[in-house]
C-alpha cells in the first residue's frame, strides 16, 4: 500500500526557509513521478514543484528562483526547499506520487497517491 507522509512545516517570518520531507513507502520510489502542491483556505490545490524518476524537475511560477525540489531515492524521501518565504506562501503543502511516464506535471487528477499535508504559515 502506497503511503506518503509529509514533515517539516511550520511557521516563519517572512524572509525565512524551511525545508518540506515526504517519507515514501509501499513502492519503488524510484521509478515515480513527485510532485508538491499546495492548498490555502479558500483556494484550489495548485501544482508547485515536480520531478521525474530521472530527475528532471519542474516549477511554477510562484516557486520558481525561490523552492527546490529534490528527491533521494535511497531514503524513499522527497523534498522541497522554501527560501525567501512570502506570507502568500501560507497554505497546506502536500507531496503527491504517480507511476512514472511522459508526463510529471501539476493536474491533480494525474496523481493517485497523497499525503496528508504539512502546514506552511508565513508571516509579514
Known amino acids: 500500500q502506497v503511503q506518503l507522509v509529509e514533515s517539516g512545516g511550520g511557521s516563519v517570518q517572512a524572509g525565512g526557509s524551511l525545508r518540506l520531507s515526504c517519507a515514501a513507502s509501499?513502492?519503488?520510489?524510484?521509478?515515480?513521478?513527485m510532485a508538491w502542491f499546495r492548498q490555502a483556505p479558500g483556494k484550489e490545490r495548485e501544482g508547485v514543484a515536480a520531478i521525474f524518476s530521472d530527475g528532471y524537475k519542474s516549477y511554477t511560477d510562484s516557486a520558481k528562483g525561490r523552492f527546490t525540489i529534490s528527491r533521494d531515492n535511497d531514503k524513499n524521501t522527497l523534498y522541497l526547499q522554501m527560501n525567501s518565504l512570502k506570507p502568500e506562501d501560507t497554505s497546506m503543502y502536500y507531496c503527491?506520487?504517480?507511476?512514472?511516464?511522459?508526463?510529471?506535471?501539476?493536474?491533480?487528477?494525474?496523481?493517485?497517491?497523497w499525503g496528508q499535508g504539512t502546514q506552511v504559515t508565513v508571516s509579514s
Open positions: 503527491a506520487a504517480r507511476s512514472d511516464g511522459p508526463w510529471c506535471g501539476f493536474a491533480e487528477w494525474g496523481y493517485p497517491y
Open positions: 509501499g513502492y519503488t520510489h524510484s521509478s515515480y513521478c
